[in-house]
Structures are given as structure tokens and as C-alpha cells.
């Protein structure tokens, strides 16, 4: 097997290894333990194994001692460049990745690369050797930071969350309110929500890998940041609330306590809130120590639950003494469990919506695992396991709990020892203690009972084996949980913190320690949390929660759902035990026990979701992550186009879609700008650019993509596509022709005036002009955007652009450099500086827009301005059409074009009749244009021997002296023409004017010199426009 082998003595006086080609058979290679086993391979003597490249240190033995591993690099078959896939080209996220080829250097003559292997393959290694950044391998073992597996890291953190405050301190009393059935009702309502939930996260941690963030990262890389964002807030919120929810039932449980010994810090609810911080205190000082100490001490609180559970077990089964019976306990009696099957609802909160509301917090437990995803050896193994485990287990236990402490336990007792009958006599006692030899009727009637499963909050422990052992469970239960928020809530807003979507939050996104750990974070939790404990208020927290944490549940099941309903390729989860109907169910089931829960919180948490989904969705924040929003966009847009296709055009929806020959966007903002200012949320406009093949070499590679984030910034909808072409005519044509999806096809061509035409070659002309000729045989509508000031932006910063194109622009100059002058490292800060201001993005006020309907073209000539005044910019601009008529039929032509355009339901604010437009031109005027034409002339001392046909070919666009005399009449009325726009246009906004469309015969520095005319000596931007000859507007309904 060929090898490319280093030794110690091999190192040049750079520390580069000299590398070399052997073909020993040492043996299969040293790989990675990413990488499979060389032993394995088949090996046959006819078939010719490619080169091994490897590169290692001087030493293996102090490499390996260093931590750092060799780097493999394999040919294909093919070439020694092709290489054989490799995990780590795949991993971008990977600071030293291995460098794939190009296909560029693939292919590379034969030649080439037999010489450059070598140095490439040593220059492309070089940079994974030790001493060269890569921090991995200098990384000390004992340095490396704390990871879990899925039964520490997920089940038993998930298990301890679920155990929470709610089983020990609320679990009985919903029992006693609905009775064991609907108990039993409210926990599998509560497990199918959160098993479907955990199902739909299964999937999405299994769809790649998981870093830290939690729910916050699976949703936002799901459904982008602008869902991601807000429940990230939300989320960390709901945490820190959970986290003062644990610490409160703690703190009731220890104020309990001492009371049963006559001890009282203030008052009742006072103390509940003094210990609440002071325990919360101390779970943050051990959060502080970090992740070890941390998954340390919840171990020792799985094991105080696991034996407070074990205890509450025998207990059930142990006979009660006097004492216990007068609190309402008998052991297991079938009375007592048939009695407690159906439900006896007491006071306000007395119905099942506000028992499930209660009881719910105690299973948003399951995202525990999940939020560590960080700290995990391989989330997308311990999260479905770990996090399904869980929720089987806690849910065995919530429903024996239920059913043995609803069959050993009454609703109402006295307590009282006294009030055991001593005879037989039951006349007038009340309640189920009658049966069993107990008159708690007293109490009953007089609703004053202080034990029983309605009335005391510690039942567990008083049917428990030993009091104080329920006590323990109950403080490894809250605290656990209190502990398990307290890390879960910072680590989900450190990673929003550091995607930075909202302001102001960066200062949490820091890390400390080997786990990076969020201390900021921690202490924004705890400032949190302490205010929530001064609320000491169990219930209304925990209503609170339920609708923060529904809110979470239901986005990532509708993360799950829309992954799979948009088909992407890369929703590839390798966990199979999921459906998208499922994951449908469950978002929309967690949405409506929202509101069923309280409705006033979920209107107040969709409130909060819609304003921080309004402000990313503003910022528009540059990130992108690959979501399922893109995919389902890529669908819509895909579907809808194809849907589109077998519609037939009607003239009610047409729309101007515009292909705009801008070349480099940047270059002509004021094109850009016009045509956008009529075309956006409206139609299609497609930036064209033809780049000549002799310049496609000199362009940087990523200029596309930064002509687009040009656009983009300039809030310009458009789209660019560049074209390589031998001329301007060429590639317009192929544009005119390929551009476009179906119906999302150009029907508009624009075009800037081409003002240095005089100073142009005549060749330049010729496909200039051509360029129009094959727009009309395309059957396509022509707009032609001339600006007067003609400062030409490209030639102040020497640019090199396409001649075909005219480059002058009516703009604010800021500070403007091209693309094609800068190297790509330079491109990226121009953002800032590359954005000129053109007369199209100022508030044009009350100015007119002029439009000079010489011919019928079909209407595009008004909608055109039509469009515009729907803009802000041109709302206040009044409309005026001029039309050409006679003196005689002035007035009753007037009305007739009046007529017409009320029924185009076109806002004109008045019509002109251009009764002179056949008069002679000025003289002055006249001259001016013969002396514009004259180098392009073709005199008749210069035809001599050559025919006329000979000499168009020759020179196609010379003006033969006939030439000129038979389009006299027409030169003159374009003159005369522009002598009308210029009296009546001098301050117009806009002027648009009908287009003429020219003859085949006509030469192209004639028609060149027409066009000049008509648009010459004006101070606002003009617009030669033609459609084609197709109805664009009507004024029928159908």
C-alpha cells in the first residue's frame, strides 16, 4: 500500500516535513476513530490500491502524547487529487477541516498535477500539524470539558424534573377534587402531549448534529430565527419561572416544618419567601461550580427519591394506628377507593381545566436532557432514549400514587382522636370515616376539616412508613428541579444570547470554564426567579407556566411537522418512531389547552411570541441556518409556478415583468430604481448583466452573491442573473429567450440611453440598435431610461464595463469603488458605503408626470405612470397626456381621450391636444440634428463603384444621402416633437414618450440620432416606451 511517510529526520529548517511516496506493505494505515477500520479492507494484487497521504510530526509516540492524531488523505481511483469522501469536509463547523479540490485543479492538465501532488498535498497538511492552531490536539485530557451520557445526562435529569413539587404537595389534593378517574385523565392528557412532544424532539435532535441551546436551537434551526428567537425568549422565561415554582414548594414544605415546632421567622407567607431565596441562593452557588457538581448532587437527590418512594410504598401497606385513622388514613379499604373514583369539586378552582393547569408543570420536565444538549456525548442518541425512558417511568409512578393514595385515604378528616365511635350507632354521622368506625361530622358540616385528601397538602407523608423520609423526597424533588431549571434556562439564553438576535443581550452570551459556562446568565435566572418567589403564590405560578411551556411544546411539534410536510432533502432524522400527523396533533392540542387553561395568559404570551417575532422579522437578522421556513418557501414558490403555467393570460392581470439590462446593479442604481419603483410587490424584474467573455476571468468569484446583498439592502425585489456573451446583442438575446420560469417570464425589456453613442464605434451602435430590432421581433414591450446629468459613475472610479451599455446615472455620489477593481477579501465592508442615492428615491412631490401617447401601443405608456403614482414617493404627482391632433378637432378629441381613460378608471389629472406637432422645426433645431448625423453619412462621391447593398454591408450603419432624404419628414416631426416636450415638460417629474418603432431599412445611427432627439435638452429623467401592440388595460370585467 502506498504511503506518504514523515520522519524525524525528514524536517526542513522551516519545521515543514519533507513528504515522500513509498510502496511498502507496513501494513494498513493509523486512522481516526471517526474513520473505519483499515483491517478491514479487501486487498487483491491485481488491482492497483491508491496512495495513502499521510502527514505526521517528528514523533508519533509525542504526538500522540500531545493529543493530536495524523491526518488521512486517500485518492479515488481517478487522480491522486480526487480524494475518497472524508467525514470532516462535511463538518463546517470544524475550525481544520480537510480541503476538497476544486474542479478547477481537477482538471488541471495531466502534467500539473503529477508535478504539483506533492506540494499540494504537503501546503494542504501542513496546517493540521501540531504548532499550527490546531487547539484540539494541545488540549490537555484532563481539561477536556464534563459530558453525559443518555441515563445521567437525560433520564434521571428528566425523571427529577418530572418529580417535582406538583407529586408530592399537589398530586393528592387533584385527586381528592377529580377523583382517581379523571386524575387518571389528566395524566395520560398531560403524557400524550408531552410523549408526542418528545417524539417530535427525537426526531429533530436525530436530524443532525445538536449542539447547546435546547428547544431554542432545534426550533430556531427548524423554523428560523424569527419563530426561534421569540420562544427562546419565552422558553428561558418559562424556565426561570419553573425554577421559583420548585423553590416556592420547598420553601412551603420547610415553613411547614416549622411550624410543627413553634418556629416563626415573620409570618407565614414571609417565611415562605425568606427561605425560598435563601435556597435558591444556595442551588445557584452550586450551579457556580459548575457542571460535575452539579449532575453530582442530582444523583443524590435520585437516590433520596427512589428511597422516599420505597417508603411511601410500605407505608400504604403497614396498619394504621389510631392516630394516622383520625387523619383520615385506613390502609387500602375498597369503600375508600370506590368513593374517591369520581371526583367532589370544592371552591373557585373546583373544575377539571384548572386541576390539568396545576397538574400539568409537573411534566415539562421532559426538555430537561434536551436543554444540555451542550454537555451530552451524542444527543441524538441520549435524547429520544434517555427523554422516553423518563417519561414511561414518572408516568408508572403518577398513576400508582394515584390509585393508592385515593384507595387508603379519605376525603375529610378531623384529626382529632376523640372522634372514634365507640359503639355502633352511625345515626347522623356523615361521610365515608362512618364505615370505618370514625365520626368526622363536625368538621364535615362545618367545612373545617384539616386532614383528609382535600384539606392537608402532606398526605404522602402521613401514610408513609416514616414521616421524615416523604419530607426528604419532597426537598430532593423541588430542589432537583429547582436545581435542573436553574442550569436549563441560562444555557437556552446563552445560545439565543450568542446567535444575537435581539439588542442588548450579547453581555449574557459569555462563558466561563471548560463547560463554558453561562455565569451571566445564571444570575439573570436567579434575579428572575426571586421575583416570582415573592409572589409565593404555588397556583398562579403554575398556571402561568403551563401556558410558557404549551407555547414551547407546540412550536416544536409544529417544527417537527413542517420539516417533514415540506419534503427536504436534508429532513433525514435517524429517528424513525415519529409522525408528521402526530407532531400536528400535538401543536395543535398544546394551542388549545392554552386557552382552556387561561386564557387571558396564553392572549399575553401570544402577544409577547408576535412582538419579538415582529422585531427579528424586521432586523431580518444574517443568519442562516438552513430552516424548514426556506424548504417550504422553495415548495410554495415551486408549486405555485407550476399551477401558474396551465393558466391562461388575461389582460386584467397583466404585469409589466421587466428584464433590465443593468450590467453590474451597483453601477446603474437610478435603472434599478426606476424600474423597481413600478415592479416591486407588483411583477418580475430580473437584473440582467452581460460580461463580455474576454472579462468573466477577471471577475471576483463571489460578485454575484454581492450584487445580491446589494439589492437586497437597497430593498430592491429583483432578481440577478449574469450572462457571458461576445457582445451585448448576443447575450441580450439569450436573456430574451431564457430568462425567467413559466409564467414568471419577461415581457419588458429596459434599456439605459445610450448617450455616448457619437463617441462610440460604429460596431457598438450597430448591436446597440440591433439589441432594440430583436426586442420588437421577440414580441417584447421596450422601455428605454434616459437621465440628463449624465454622470457616468463607472468612468469616475475607471471601471471597465460593457460598452453596449450607456453607464450615465442621475445620482448623489457617495463613495463608490467596483467590484471589478477590488480583490473579494475587499468586497464585504462596501455594504455600508455602496449605497448611491439616485432622483428615484426622493418624494417627488407635486410634480407632473408627462406622458406623450404619440402612438397606440396598447396601453403600457399610461400603466406605466399608473404604477408609479401607487408608490409613497409618487402618490402626489399628477398625471398629463399629451396627444397629437388636429385644431378643427381639438376639443372633441379631448373629449374622446377623457372618455377613454375615465373608463380605464386612470387617475389623469389632465389632457393636452398637441395641435402644432406638424409644423416645421426650429431651423436652429433642425441643424443642430443634421450636424449630429453628419460623421455617420454617406455621401454619394463615396458610392461610387460600389453598389448600395455592397456598402450596407460594409457599413450597415452609414446614412446614404437617399436614406436621409426619405426619412426627412420623419426626422422633422421628432424634432419638432422635442421642441413640444421641452416648452411643455421643463419641470415634469417624469416624461415618458411613445417609443418609435423602427423600420427595417432604417439605419441604426439614424434611428440612434431619433432617439437622441426626442429626449434631448430636458432636466428630469425621460422614458422611451413601446409596448407591443397587445392590450395591457381594459375596461370590461371579464
Known amino acids: 500500500m502506498g504511503q506518504l511517510a514523515s520522519k524525524g529526520d525528514g524536517l526542513d529548517q522551516g519545521g515543514v516535513p519533507r513528504v515522500r511516496f513509498s510502496t511498502n506493505e507496513d501494513g494498513p494505515p493509523r486512522y481516526s476513530p471517526n474513520q473505519f477500520d483499515g483491517s478491514s479492507q479487501q486487498r487483491n494484487d491485481s488491482l492497483q490500491i491508491p496512495p495513502t497521504i499521510v502527514v505526521s510530526d517528528t514523533d508519533p509516540s509525542a504526538s500522540e502524547q500531545r493529543g493530536s492524531r495524523a491526518e488521512l488523505r486517500r485518492s479515488s481511483l481517478y487522480s491522486t487529487l480526487d480524494l475518497v469522501p472524508h467525514l470532516e469536509n462535511y463538518a463546517s463547523t470544524l475550525p481544520h477541516r480537510l480541503s476538497r479540490p476544486s474542479l478547477v485543479a481537477l482538471r488541471s492538465a495531466f502534467e500539473e498535477v503529477q508535478a504539483g501532488v506533492e506540494a499540494t498535498t504537503t501546503d494542504s497538511e501542513v496546517g493540521s500539524l501540531p504548532g499550527n492552531g490546531n487547539e484540539e490536539s494541545q488540549t490537555p ?106 423553590t416556592l414548594g420547598f420553601a412551603e414544605v420547610v415553613r411547614d416544618l416549622l411550624l410543627e415546632f413553634d418556629v416563626v421567622i415573620v409570618d407565614a407567607i414571609n417565611d415562605v419567601r425568606i427561605v425560598g431565596v435563601i435556597t435558591l441562593t444556595i442551588l445557584l452557588l452550586i450551579s457556580f461550580a459548575g457542571m460535575e457538581w452539579e449532575s453530582k448532587a442530582q444523583i443524590l437527590f435520585f437516590l433520596v427519591l427512589l428511597v422516599s418512594f420505597a417508603n411511601y410504598f410500605v407505608g400504604t401497606f403497614i396498619p394504621p394506628g389510631p392516630e394516622k385513622q383520625a387523619q383520615g388514613f385506613f ?85 382529632n382522636v376523640s372522634d372514634v365511635m365507640t359503639g355502633n350507632i352511625t345515626e347522623g354521622c356523615v361521610g365515608l370515616g362512618c364505615n370505618m368506625g370514625w365520626n368526622f361530622t363536625d368538621c364535615i358540616e362545618s367545612q373545617s376539616c384539616k386532614y383528609g385528601l382535600a384539606n392537608n397538602l402532606q398526605v404522602l407523608s402521613q401514610v408513609s412508613g416514616f414521616f421524615y423520609l416523604i419530607t426528604a423526597g419532597v426537598f430532593a424533588a423541588s430542589l432537583s428541579s429547582a436545581l435542573g431549571f436553574l442550569v436549563s434556562g441560562p444555557k437556552v439564553f446563552q445560545c439565543l444570547c450568542k446567535d444575537n438576535l435581539y439588542p442588548y443581550i450579547g453581555f449574557f452570551a459569555k462563558g466561563y470554564g471548560k463547560n463554558n459556562e453561562p455565569i451571566r446568565a445564571y444570575l439573570l435566572c436567579y434575579v428572575i426567579a426571586v421575583a416570582f418567589i415573592l409572589i409565593a403564590d404555588l397556583n398562579t405560578i403554575a398556571a402561568l407556566i403551563s401556558n410558557f411551556f404549551l407555547c414551547s411544546y407546540g412550536l416544536i411539534n409544529f417544527s417537527c411537522f413542517h420539516a417533514s410536510i415540506t419534503n427536504s432533502p436534508g429532513w433525514r432524522p435517524s429517528f424513525h418512531y415519529y409522525s408528521k400527523w402526530t407532531a400536528l396533533f400535538g401543536a395543535v392540542i398544546s394551542i388549545v389547552l392554552m386557552f382552556l387553561f387561561t386564557w387571558w395568559a396564553a392572549l399575553f404570551t401570544f402577544c409577547i411570541i408576535f412582538f419579538l417575532f415582529g422585531y427579528v422579522n424586521y432586523n431580518k437578522p444574517k443568519v442562516n441556518w438552513g430552516s424548514s421556513v426556506q424548504a417550504g418557501t422553495y ?234 403614482t401607487r408608490r409613497k414617493r409618487w402618490h402626489r404627482s399628477k398625471v398629463r397626456v399629451f396627444i397629437v391632433g388636429d385644431e378643427q378637432n381639438m376639443e372633441e378629441g379631448r373629449n374622446e381621450m377623457i372618455a377613454l381613460l375615465k373608463r380605464f378608471r386612470l387617475d389623469i389629472h389632465d389632457v393636452t391636444v398637441m395641435t402644432d406637432s406638424e409644423k416645421r422645426p426650429n431651423s436652429k433645431n433642425l441643424s443642430r440634428f443634421v450636424d449630429s448625423v453628419a460623421p455617420f453619412m454617406l455621401h454619394d462621391e463615396q458610392q461610387e463603384g460600389v453598389s448600395t447593398q455592397e456598402q450596407r454591408k460594409l457599413a450597415p450603419w452609414k446614412i446614404s444621402e437617399k436614406e436621409f432624404e426619405a426619412f426627412k419628414l420623419k426626422t422633422e416631426r421628432k424634432v419638432r416633437l422635442n421642441e413640444i416636450i421641452r416648452r411643455n415638460s421643463q419641470h415634469a417629474a417624469l416624461v415618458l414618450v411613445s417609443l418609435p418603432v423602427p423600420h427595417s431599412d432604417c439605419p441604426s445611427a439614424l434611428y440612434m440620432a431619433w432617439l437622441d432627439t426626442l429626449t434631448c435638452g430636458l432636466h428630469c429623467p425621460v422614458v422611451l416606451i413601446r409596448g407591443n401592440q397587445q392590450n395591457v388595460i381594459t375596461f370590461y370585467c371579464q
Open 141 to 246: 485530557q484532563e481539561n477536556a470539558p464534563v459530558r453525559f451520557g443518555w441515563m445521567l445526562g437525560v433520564m434521571i435529569r428528566c425523571m427529577l424534573n418530572i418529580w417535582g413539587v406538583i407529586l408530592f404537595l399537589r398530586l393528592s389534593w387533584i385527586t381528592s377534587q377529580a377523583g382517581i378517574l379523571l386524575t387518571w385523565v389528566i395524566i395520560l392528557m398531560s403524557v400524550l402531549v408531552t410523549t408526542v412532544t418528545a417524539l417530535s424532539i427525537s426526531a429533530i435532535a436525530t436530524n443532525g448534529r445538536v449542539i447547546s441551546g435546547g428547544a431554542y436551537f432545534m426550533i430556531s434551526r427548524s423554523l428560523g430565527p424569527e419563530i426561534g428567537g421569540p420562544i427562546g425568549m419565552v422558553f428561558s422565561f418559562a424556565n426561570a419561572c419553573a425554577c421559583a415554582l420548585n
Open 331 to 415: 390502609s387500602y379499604h375498597s369503600d375508600i377507593f370506590i368513593s374517591n373514583l369520581t371526583p367532589d369539586w370544592r371552591g373557585p378552582e373546583g373544575n377539571f381545566f384548572q386541576m390539568f393547569a396545576i397538574f400539568f408543570p409537573s411534566t415539562i420536565g421532559i426538555l430537561s436532557g434536551a436543554n444540555i444538549s451542550g454537555d451530552l456525548e451524542d444527543p441524538a442518541t441520549a435524547i429520544p432514549k434517555g427523554t422516553l425512558v423518563a417519561i414511561f417511568w414518572t408516568t408508572l409512578s403518577y398513576l400508582i400514587i394515584t390509585v393508592t393514595v385515593g384507595s387508603c385515604v379519605v376525603r375529610d378528616a378531623s384529626g
Open 635 to 868: 415548495n410554495m414558490a415551486l408549486s405555485y409556478s407550476v399551477s401558474l403555467s396551465g393558466v391562461d393570460d388575461h389582460v386584467k392581470n397583466f404585469r409589466p415583468q421587466c428584464l433590465v439590462l443593468t450590467g453590474p446593479p451597483n453601477q446603474r442604481p437610478a435603472l434599478v430604481d426606476f424600474v423597481g419603483s413600478f415592479t416591486k410587490h407588483i411583477s418580475l424584474m430580473i437584473c440582467g448583466d452581460i460580461v463580455m467573455e474576454q472579462d468573466r476571468q477577471a471577475q471576483p468569484q463571489d460578485t454575484t452573491d454581492w450584487l445580491v446583498k446589494w439589492l437586497n439592502k437597497r430593498k430592491v425585489r429583483s432578481f440577478y442573473t449574469p450572462f457571458t456573451a461576445d457582445s451585448l446583442r448576443v447575450g441580450a438575446r439569450h436573456l430574451l429567450q431564457a430568462s425567467g420560469l413559466g409564467k414568471l417570464k419577461p415581457n419588458t425589456l429596459v434599456l439605459g440611453f445610450k448617450a455616448n453613442w457619437r463617441d462610440s464605434s460604429p460596431e457598438s451602435i450597430e448591436d446597440y440598435i440591433n439589441t432594440i430590432y430583436d426586442t420588437f421581433d421577440s414580441n417584447y414591450c421596450l422601455c428605454i431610461l434616459r437621465m440628463m446629468d449624465t454622470l457616468d459613475i463607472s468612468d469616475l472610479f475607471d471601471v471597465e464595463v460593457n460598452q453596449g451599455f450607456e453607464p450615465d446615472e442621475s445620482v448623489e455620489i457617495d463613495n463608490q469603488q467596483s467590484p471589478e477593481k477590488e480583490s473579494a477579501d475587499n468586497i464585504s465592508y462596501k455594504d455600508d458605503t455602496d449605497q448611491i442615492k439616485t432622483v428615484f428615491q426622493n418624494d417627488q412631490g407635486k410634480k407632473t408626470i408627462d406622458v406623450y401617447w404619440i402612438a397606440d401601443d396598447g396601453g403600457l405608456t399610461l400603466l406605466v405612470p399608473y404604477l408609479l
